[in-house]
Structure formats: structure tokens, C-alpha cells
């Protein structure tokens, strides 16, 4: 479990790819690599991804082709860097909301806007998602909690960006046409499915 607050993007420093895995090892900061151990879960741009070897500074993941099929993982290269966040632990500050790093799939970048100290970014994904996606909910977008802003029904929505986000991610780097790991919140998902169930089989 994670609290969607990203610690900062860090390179891609090896990549190997095989047929349906991808091994790739990030170099890590001495303060990420404190207490970390082989078989810990860490997130890369929102995937949650599990500690395969540590050497010297460079965390060895893998990923397989369901992974590399629902999220941006499969699109890595060398020297790229990636949002990362280490799994929270009892008692940690909760500084946005509880992300799994089960992404739900990709949205794709369709507007950017820049103005003073405010990077604005339009995202669409599947419409039928948008059920779950309300003005003011939670949303996490490659890993970082973030408040969705202006959204339109048929399969939009728009997040607006501090300028101590554009430093500690990538998406302050995104253009029109990138993709983004989307993990819908899952209390919403999960009262909205309710909801409708309820209503439903009143129905009937």
C-alpha cells in the first residue's frame, strides 16, 4: 500500500527485455534504499513492483506481459526516469490517499496548459470510467495523489499541477499524446458499484 506521495524520479539504468518479461534495475538514492529488502514491493510510475536483487544502488524489478500490457512499463528505456515511492508502513503520515499501485490502465495526455506556476494537463481514458472519477475525488496518475479538477462525462478530466509536483515527477515532462499509469480510487469505485447494484435489484 502507498500513500501517492511520489519521493522524487530516479533513471532507468538497465533494461532487458525477453519474451513476455521485462527486467529493469533503478538507481536508487541512499535514503530509498534504507531498510529496503529483496521481495519488497516499491512503486515505478504507480506499478507496484516487487524487489528482485539490490546491487550497490541499482534495485533489479521485473515485469511480465500482464504488466507490461495494462501500464506504461513496457514503453521504458534506458536513462529514463521513473516515479518511485516506497510501500507506507503502520503509521506513516498519509499525505494523499491510499493507492494499491493496481493501475486500472493507461489515459493519454490531450491538453497542457501552462500558466505562472500551474501546469494543467487534460487526460482521457475510457468513458465508462467516468462513473468513477467525480470533481474534487482522488485519483492517482503514475503513482501521485492527485485531486481531479474539471471533467467531462463523455471521457475527460483535467488535474492541475503544484510546482512541488512538477519537481518530485514526470508529469510536469508530459506532452499531448504521452500515456499515464491511471489508478482509479478504489472507494469510489467501490460505493459506485454498490449504488448502482442496489438500485438495480430495486429495479426488478
Avoid at 538514492?29 to 529483496?38: I, R, V
Avoid at 499525505?95 to 491538453?111: E, F, M, P, R
Avoid at 494537463?121 to 468513477?132: D, F, S
Wanted: hydrophobic fraction near 35%.
Amino acid at each position: 500500500m502507498y500513500t501517492g506521495i511520489t519521493r522524487g524520479t530516479f533513471p532507468v539504468v538497465q533494461l532487458d527485455r525477453k519474451p513476455d518479461l521485462l527486467t529493469y534495475q533503478v538507481e536508487l538514492p541512499e535514503e530509498l534504499l534504507e531498510g529496503l529488502e529483496c521481495g519488497a514491493s516499491v512503486s515505478i510510475d504507480g506499478v507496484c513492483q516487487t524487489v528482485v536483487s539490490i546491487e550497490n544502488r541499482r534495485v533489479r524489478f521485473d515485469a511480465i506481459s500482464e504488466t507490461l500490457g495494462l501500464t506504461t512499463l513496457g514503453d521504458l528505456k534506458k536513462g529514463q526516469p521513473v516515479a518511485v515511492e516506497r510501500s507506507s508502513r503502520v503509521g506513516d503520515e498519509v499525505g494523499g490517499h491510499d493507492v494499491a499501485g493496481h493501475v486500472s490502465g493507461t489515459g493519454t495526455i490531450i491538453s497542457r496548459k501552462v500558466e505562472g506556476n500551474v501546469w494543467d494537463l487534460q487526460i482521457q481514458v475510457p468513458e465508462a470510467w467516468m462513473r468513477y472519477i467525480t470533481t474534487k475525488g482522488f485519483i492517482a496518475i503514475d503513482g501521485s495523489s492527485l485531486t481531479v479538477g474539471e471533467r467531462d462525462p463523455e471521457g475527460s478530466f483535467w488535474i492541475h499541477l503544484i510546482p512541488e509536483t512538477v519537481r518530485l515527477t514526470n508529469l510536469g515532462e508530459k506532452k499531448e499524446g504521452d500515456r499515464v499509469n491511471i489508478e482509479l480510487d478504489a472507494r469510489t469505485v467501490a460505493i459506485v458499484d454498490t449504488v448502482e447494484r442496489v438500485l438495480a435489484e430495486r429495479e426488478n
